[in-house]
């Protein structure tokens, strides 16, 4: 009778130097499938502008990583269905631009939004909920009738080369301007980092 032998028993077999290649190679591959996808975005994304707005400033700037917020980090969104939003969701923001062509957030759903033609939509995760909105002004606006979800959008930090940060470290943050990529799917990242219309960094399209 043919013997069967398990997976386990099959893998043991396997001389450990193969099996540390094997798992080096996938680990290499893993990492090759998200710059791929990063550059996708950065290749043929929808361009947003995004105007930053004021953070902890002992938060600003975090060893060669500028911490970023921007208006559309907290939407003012009702009830979706008879369920309020959730800390950990993912939502789907609609959005618009501003008389100064700033993305502005002009509507928030747990699913992809029928009815979003050629408007971009971008995919986040809900790490709050009632906090402080945003007004059309783009101040906060923090009155208790409001149900506000502060949200994330993998846009909240930029790496910045060693030694180059200071001029953004002493920049006001009214200043600073973010040009993100989004994908078709909501997947976004950051393409420019610009001060006063001006860019300072940006990525490579690979």
Known sequence: MMRLFSADAIVTRIPLLWRAI??????????????EQRARILRGGAEVRLKTVPVDPRDLFRGDYVVLAYP?????????????????E???VTLGRD???????TGVS??????????VVIAGRVTATGGCATNADGAFDCSGNRNRLRIAY??????????????IETT???RIEVVAGVSASGEAAIKRLLIDGKPVYAEPPY
Not at 72 to 77: G, Y
Not at 99 to 105: D, K, M, P, S, T
Not at 110 to 119: C, E, L, M, V, Y
Not at 157 to 167: C, L, N, R
């Open 99 to 105: 008389e100064q062509g700033f993305a502005r957030a």
């Open 22 to 35: 094997a798992a080096v190679l996938l680990l290499g591959l893993a990492l090759l499938a998200l710059v």
């Open 172 to 174: 006001e943050k009214a």
């Open 72 to 88: 559309i980090s907290t939407v003012e969104a009702g009830q979706d269905g008879t369920q309020p939003y959730r800390r950990g």
């Open 90 to 92: 993912t939502v789907f």
């Open 154 to 167: 993998g846009l909240e930090s930029y790496f910045v080369p060693q030694g180059e940060g200071k001029a």
């Open 110 to 119: 747990r699913d992809w939004p029928k009815n979003s033609n050629d408007a």
